[in-house]
Structure formats: structure tokens, C-alpha cells
């Protein structure tokens, strides 16, 4: 029962209804906390106790700082944090198998494991340092197990909703608002990611006994590069709309990374709660830039390569991390020669390796990754239209076998569908344009786009009828239902 199914809603209507007839703020938290968990329990019922124990562990030492202030009591949960998230994704592989750690597939974690264990840690982290005054059990549970974020971010640092925390029954709902994300996320994960995820899985999952073409490739690449955009996009508006019905604003996750000019720019918009994370409780923690440029740069290889770590069980998540590292890296290297590129240079080079970053994220095997790479970069030859046969000159390079010669999915369509898929990325208005900027907490440091707030102008009528529209469309869309991608994170 997860937002992108239609079994959800009536779960989630109620909730709104009870919600909303509450009087008292204590009330209010144990209802949200008592809701949260049945939520979870009916999507991970075997895992519950694993969420409930770390809630009640790591206050459990929240308290020993408050009382004793030793270092002990905040390095032990720290480690113990730390280690839950090894126990369940990688020491049951190793233990197995060593060799298989490459991508592990059907390995079965507790739902949003990550998210809860590292919301939990900049909590620890916040509170050693007196960042956040002192709480009440009550209100750290339901910090840690508030449904619309529990599960696939954001990773909310606990003084971004502590107000709202402290106010629920006098808070606002929003409902047009909610409404809105709600519908958006509906429309981009069931009828774009879902869709672009149908090609994306014929292509990469043939290339188990399958040479790709250079045109396959890069549609392959392309494509899952789009799916995981628009799943992820997806996610965080639903999960800031769902918050909102309950009167809580999340900080904003994901702002148009794909108009990045530069890979340092492109993190800043991407995950943006974990990039922050990252660079809060990782990178600044280990030194930053105060020892050198040499240190600096190790610093951001090796807080990469732990942001890779954390997406996933298998070596393909690490390569990612360190790939990104580097890229950061030589980013931070031109900033400081100078060296610049014109716009259309500097975006289509940070599109293009973010997209090869996303076909490494993707393989699920070693050999897929260099058989993928060798296609993308010309190893593996071009293949082209048999026409072309009589009017170029006969080299190895080129093959005429048609732009998709294994006749894995219809060229066209494809073709069709990466332009107009680009085209919505690059030149359509995002989430927070469309509906305002005063229903989330801004986190990323970017450069906003100045667009028109459609669901805050005069045509409301229009707006919920083109809502309702893109809703029902949504539900019964697609007769295939697909988690988010971030869930087995």
C-alpha cells in the first residue's frame, strides 16, 4: 500500500478525517505515530520491530548526552547506527559470497532502513553538538516514523519540522496545494517512469546474452536516466503534498538536476537532503577544504563513495559514488583555474556524464557494465541503416545492420518518446514553479527558474478539474504496479 497505488487513498482520507477532528497537539503526535506505524506494518510487517527498536535505542542515548555528556553515549549509537545499515546489506552477501557482491539482487531489508538510520545519526549528530534543544519522546518518534518521509526521504534534520511538530492541531492543510503535488507525482511516476521503465528493463536486462548497439546503448542509458528522474521527482512531490495534508512541510528534495550546468550544481538539485547530509555530517566532519586542495579532494572521493555505499548492496553503487567523487573533484579544480565553459557546453557535458553515471548505477553485473560501456563508446562498432551500405566507405567501425539490430524495442517509438520525454525535463516547469514555493522548506542552494505559480493564479476551477483529469488517468494507467526505485535503498 505504498502512494502510487489506488488502495492508499481511502487509508489516507480517513487519516485526514481523523487527523483533522483532533484538539489536542499530544493527541495529535501518538495518532500520526499510531498511523505511521500501521502504514509500515502493512507494507513491511516483518521489519517493524527493527524500525521500532532503533527509534527507542537511539533516544534511549539521547538522554545518556543530555544527562551525562560523555563521548561514549554519542559514539556508540553512532557506531551501531552505522553498523545496521552494513548488518542487512552487505554482511549476509559476504558471508554468503564474496564474489556477488558486484549487484546483489532479492536481498530483503527493512523498508527505508536508510532513510530512518541516517535521519536518526544528524539527529545524534545535532543534538551532541546543542543544535536542537531538548525533546519529547513523543515528538522524536514521530520525527523518525512520520509516514510521508519515512520511507524514501527526504532526510529531514529534525529543526526543519520541530515548529510544525509542536503545532499540529492549529496547523494549515493546504489542500490545494497537497492536492497538486499529489497529482503531479501520480502522473510522473505512473504514466512517465513507469512507462519509460518498461523499454529502460528490456534493454539492460539483455544484456546478459545480448551485444547492444551503439544507438541501443545510449537509448538505454537515456532511458533509465529518465525513469529514475521522473521516480524520484515523483516521490518527493507526493511526499511533500501528503505532509502537507497533516499540516507539515518537508524540505524539498529534487529540483530540475538535469538543467545542471556543472556536477557540483547537479548535486545540489539531486537528493538534496542527502547530498546535504553528505556534506554536513561527512565531508565537513572530516576535515573539508582546511587541509589543501589534495585533502579536499579525498574527502569528497571518499564522502562520495559512502553516498554510494549507502544507495545500495553491490560494487555498481560504489564505482557510481567514486565516479561522482572525481567529477566534484575536477569540478572544484576548473572552478579554481578559472576555466569555463559557454552554457549550452557546460550543460549538454554535465547531461551526458550524468547520464553515463546513471548506466553504471544500472548494470547489475561487472560484465554488463564493460559490455554497456564498450557500445557507448564505439568499442563494440556502430551499426547503421543497411541503406547507408553503398554510400559510406567500408570500415571495421561500422556495421549495417539498422540503428537497433537486436529488435529489443521499436525505433521510432523510442526515439519519439527520448525527444519528448527531453523536451518535458528540459523545458517544462518543475513541481515547485507550477504550485509555489510556500509549501516547502528550500534546502538546495540553487538558482530558482521564474516561472508563473499556476495553482496559486485565479483559475482554481480549472486547476482541480485538470487535477482530478491527470489523477484519474494516473490510477488506472497502468496495470502494473512498480515501487519507487528508492524504496530498496
Same mark, same amino acid.
Given at each position: 500500500?505504498?502512494?502510487?497505488?489506488?488502495?492508499?487513498?481511502?487509508?489516507?482520507?480517513?487519516?485526514?478525517?481523523?487527523?483533522?477532528?483532533?484538539?489536542?497537539?499530544?493527541?495529535?503526535?501518538?495518532?500520526?505515530?499510531?498511523?505511521?506505524?500501521?502504514?509500515?506494518?502493512?507494507?513491511?510487517? !516483518?521489519?517493524?520491530?527493527?524500525?521500532?527498536?532503533?527509534?527507542?535505542?537511539?533516544?534511549?542515548?539521547?538522554?545518556?548526552?543530555?544527562?551525562?555528556?560523555?563521548?561514549?553515549?554519542?559514539?556508540?549509537?553512532?557506531?551501531?547506527?552505522?553498523?545496521?545499515?552494513?548488518?542487512?546489506?552487505?554482511?549476509?552477501?559476504?558471508?554468503?559470497?564474496?564474489?556477488?557482491?558486484?549487484?546483489?539482487?532479492?536481498?530483503?531489508?527493512?523498508?527505508?532502513?536508510?532513510?530512518?538510520?541516517?535521519?536518526?545519526?544528524?539527529?545524534?549528530?545535532?543534538?551532541?553538538?546543542?543544535?536542537?534543544?531538548?525533546?519529547?519522546?513523543?515528538?522524536?518518534?514521530?520525527?523518525?516514523?512520520?509516514?510521508?518521509?519515512?520511507?524514501?526521504?527526504?532526510?529531514?534534520?529534525?529543526?526543519?519540522?520541530?515548529?510544525?511538530? !509542536?503545532?499540529?492541531?492549529?496547523?494549515?492543510?493546504?489542500?490545494?496545494?497537497?492536492?497538486?503535488?499529489?497529482?503531479?507525482?501520480?502522473?510522473?511516476?505512473?504514466? =512517465?517512469?513507469?512507462?519509460?521503465?518498461?523499454?529502460?528493463?528490456?534493454?539492460?536486462?539483455?544484456?546478459?546474452?545480448?551485444?547492444?548497439?551503439?544507438?541501443?546503448?545510449?537509448?538505454?542509458?537515456?532511458?533509465?536516466?529518465?525513469?529514475?528522474?521522473?521516480?524520484?521527482?515523483?516521490?518527493?512531490?507526493?511526499?511533500?503534498?501528503?505532509?502537507?495534508?497533516?499540516?507539515?512541510?518537508?524540505?524539498?528534495?529534487?529540483?530540475?538536476?538535469?538543467?545542471?550546468?556543472?556536477?557540483?550544481?547537479?548535486?545540489?538539485?539531486?537528493?538534496?537532503?542527502?547530498?546535504?547530509?553528505?556534506?554536513?555530517?561527512?565531508?565537513?566532519?572530516?576535515?573539508?577544504?582546511? !587541509?589543501?586542495?589534495?585533502?579536499?579532494?579525498?574527502?569528497?572521493?571518499?564522502?562520495?563513495?559512502?553516498?554510494?555505499?549507502?544507495?545500495?548492496?553491490?560494487?555498481?553503487?560504489?564505482?557510481?559514488?567514486?565516479?561522482?567523487?572525481?567529477?566534484?573533484?575536477?569540478?572544484?579544480?576548473?572552478?579554481?583555474?578559472?576555466?569555463?565553459?559557454?552554457?549550452?557546453?557546460?550543460?549538454?557535458?554535465?547531461?551526458?556524464?550524468?547520464?553515463?553515471?546513471?548506466?553504471?548505477?544500472?548494470?547489475?553485473?561487472?560484465?554488463?557494465?564493460?559490455?554497456?560501456?564498450?557500445?557507448?563508446?564505439?568499442?563494440?562498432?556502430?551499426?547503421?541503416?543497411?541503406?547507408?551500405?553503398?554510400?559510406?566507405?567500408?570500415?571495421?567501425?561500422?556495421?549495417?545492420?539498422?540503428?537497433?539490430?537486436?529488435?529489443?524495442?521499436?525505433?521510432?517509438?523510442?526515439?519519439?518518446?527520448?525527444?519528448?520525454?527531453?523536451?518535458?525535463?528540459?523545458?517544462?516547469?518543475?513541481?515547485?514553479?507550477?504550485?509555489?514555493?510556500?509549501?516547502?522548506?528550500?534546502?538546495?542552494?540553487?538558482?530558482?527558474?521564474?516561472?508563473?505559480?499556476?495553482?496559486?493564479?485565479?483559475?482554481?476551477?480549472?486547476?482541480?478539474?485538470?487535477?482530478?483529469?491527470?489523477?484519474?488517468?494516473?490510477?488506472?494507467?497502468?496495470?502494473?504496479?512498480?515501487?519507487? =526505485?528508492?524504496?530498496?535503498?
Amino acid at each position: 500500500m505504498f502512494f502510487n497505488q489506488i488502495s492508499f487513498y481511502p487509508y489516507l482520507i480517513l487519516g485526514i478525517f481523523l487527523f483533522r477532528n483532533i484538539k489536542n497537539n499530544n493527541v495529535a503526535i501518538y495518532f500520526l505515530i499510531i498511523y505511521s506505524s500501521i502504514f509500515y506494518l502493512i507494507n513491511d510487517f !516483518k521489519f517493524y520491530l527493527v524500525l521500532f527498536i532503533s527509534i527507542f535505542f537511539n533516544y534511549f542515548f539521547i538522554y545518556l548526552i543530555k544527562i551525562h555528556k560523555r563521548k561514549i553515549f554519542f559514539f556508540l549509537p553512532l557506531l551501531i547506527n552505522i553498523l545496521l545499515i552494513l548488518y542487512f546489506k552487505y554482511f549476509t552477501v559476504i558471508e554468503n559470497d564474496f564474489s556477488s557482491i558486484y549487484h546483489v539482487q532479492n536481498i530483503y531489508i527493512p523498508l527505508g532502513l536508510s532513510f530512518f538510520t541516517f535521519q536518526q545519526i544528524s539527529f545524534l549528530v545535532d543534538f551532541n553538538d546543542k543544535k536542537i534543544p531538548e525533546i519529547k519522546f513523543n515528538e522524536y518518534f514521530l520525527y523518525i516514523i512520520f509516514f510521508p518521509q519515512l520511507v524514501a526521504g527526504p532526510i529531514v534534520k529534525f529543526n526543519q519540522v520541530a515548529l510544525y511538530l !509542536k503545532n499540529l492541531v492549529n496547523s494549515k492543510s493546504y489542500y490545494h496545494a497537497s492536492f497538486g503535488f499529489l497529482v503531479i507525482g501520480l502522473f510522473k511516476k505512473i504514466v =512517465i517512469a513507469d512507462t519509460i521503465g518498461q523499454y529502460s528493463d528490456i534493454l539492460f536486462n539483455s544484456l546478459d546474452n545480448s551485444i547492444l548497439s551503439f544507438f541501443e546503448a545510449w537509448s538505454a542509458a537515456l532511458l533509465f536516466s529518465f525513469q529514475i528522474y521522473f521516480d524520484f521527482s515523483a516521490y518527493s512531490d507526493m511526499a511533500i503534498g501528503i505532509a502537507l495534508l497533516f499540516g507539515v512541510k518537508l524540505p524539498e528534495n529534487f529540483y530540475s538536476p538535469y538543467k545542471s550546468r556543472n556536477i557540483i550544481e547537479f548535486w545540489r538539485r539531486w537528493h538534496i537532503s542527502l547530498s546535504q547530509f553528505i556534506k554536513d555530517y561527512l565531508y565537513i566532519k572530516l576535515g573539508g577544504s582546511k !587541509k589543501g586542495s589534495l585533502y579536499k579532494y579525498f574527502n569528497i572521493t571518499f564522502s562520495m563513495a559512502i553516498c554510494g555505499i549507502w544507495h545500495g548492496t553491490g560494487a555498481n553503487f560504489l564505482i557510481w559514488g567514486v565516479y561522482h567523487g572525481i567529477l566534484i573533484s575536477i569540478n572544484h579544480t576548473l572552478n579554481k583555474l578559472k576555466i569555463n565553459f559557454n552554457y549550452f557546453i557546460s550543460w549538454l557535458s554535465t547531461f551526458i556524464l550524468v547520464v553515463i553515471g546513471f548506466a553504471i548505477f544500472r548494470c547489475n553485473s561487472f560484465e554488463n557494465l564493460l559490455s554497456l560501456l564498450k557500445s557507448m563508446f564505439f568499442i563494440n562498432g556502430i551499426s547503421l541503416p543497411m541503406s547507408f551500405n553503398e554510400k559510406l566507405i567500408h570500415l571495421d567501425l561500422f556495421s549495417y545492420n539498422g540503428l537497433f539490430p537486436n529488435n529489443l524495442i521499436e525505433l521510432k517509438n523510442t526515439i519519439f518518446f527520448i525527444i519528448l520525454i527531453f523536451f518535458i525535463i528540459i523545458f517544462c516547469p518543475n513541481s515547485q514553479s507550477i504550485i509555489g514555493k510556500n509549501f516547502y522548506c528550500k534546502y538546495g542552494n540553487y538558482i530558482e527558474d521564474n516561472n508563473k505559480n499556476f495553482f496559486q493564479g485565479k483559475n482554481y476551477f480549472f486547476d482541480v478539474f485538470l487535477g482530478i483529469l491527470l489523477f484519474i488517468v494516473s490510477i488506472f494507467y497502468s496495470s502494473e504496479i512498480r515501487n519507487f =526505485i528508492y524504496f530498496v535503498f
